[in-house]
């Protein structure tokens, strides 16, 4: 259990705070751009790192709500470089004008951070969602695969060639961390349905029901427990395969994480099983300060530094499943995502 405070290899353990992970590190000649930023973990990502001195781009949906967020953090650290830019991760539009907009000002990168984007902020303003019923995206594909991975998968290709520009100039170790979660462990059975993707034929009320449920029952059906699961385990395979296509002598990591089990209200489409995680949360999980801590630490400390391609949690390494250690559904997933964002 966090509270109890065990450390692991690290010398942190899950009850660290992203503050304490990156004590002591200087940021300062660094630039990161950390999406879903105006809120629970993201927004206190962008603090932590404004704190130690990293340039931060906030993506976001909202321009005006990232704005507000940037004046509050420059409130409590006036010297904070903060600049602010729309990212809509449910458009493969949206994203690839980002990724241009950034390409054009001449700005370099150091860190990509992707932290969990919140589908529900188009019906709510609320931060932080989990397994959602059945919806699309604006590019015809299942919300939570398309937002949680290839998306995130397409920004980082975009990216890239600025990220190593970046790592050459200025000779500092370039980062991409993936924030994954333990529902990585609980996908589809075949971890990705390649072949089902977008099939939204469900049992009455399927998307309601608890987690384990045993994954074939589900059949060619939606789950939203287990498309959430295959769009996080996607990550940690994304963060792989990545990491095996780098070329010798690239200072590039790419790593994915799970942040713990934070105080949120993550499972509002599941109303008993929210009630009771509000219940009990404040005693058993953590507070938003200790979920960010792991994403801090595999961004910046120097413990981290030449390591890829791994799976971290409570800010030490975390041994994920089979399926994530799987090289060829990791190729696959690749050649998947590369066709359905129509790169060449």
Known sequence: ??????????????????????????????????????????LETTRVFALRGVHVVMAVRSVESGTKV????????????????????????SVRKFASDYISSGRPLNILMYVLFDIDELFHNN?????????LSQDNIEMQFATNHLSHFLLTNLLLETMKRTVRECKREGRIVILSSEAHRLPYQEGIRFDKINDESVFPNLYNSPCFIPSFFCGGRYNSYYAYGQSKLANILHAKELTRRFKEGVEITANALHPGSIITN???YHGYINAVANMVGKYLLKNVQQGAATQCYVALHPQVKGISGEYFMDSNKAT????????????KLWEFSVSLTNQK
């Open 70 to 93: 940037k004046e509050t953090i420059l409130k409590e650290i006036p010297s904070a470089k903060i600049d602010v830019m729309e990212l809509d991760l449910c458009s493969m539009a």
């Open 320 to 331: 994920p499943t089979h399926l994530a250690n799987d090289s060829e559904l990791a190729k």
């Open 1 to 42: 259990m966090w509270f109890l405070g065990w450390k692991g290899e690290s010398g942190f353990s899950a009850s660290s705070t992203a503050e304490q992970v990156t004590q002591g590190i200087d940021g300062h000649g660094l630039t990161a751009i950390v999406t879903g930023a105006t809120s629970g973990l993201g």
């Open 266 to 268: 993550i499972l509002r």
């Open 127 to 135: 931060a932080g969602v989990m397994a959602t019923p059945f919806q």
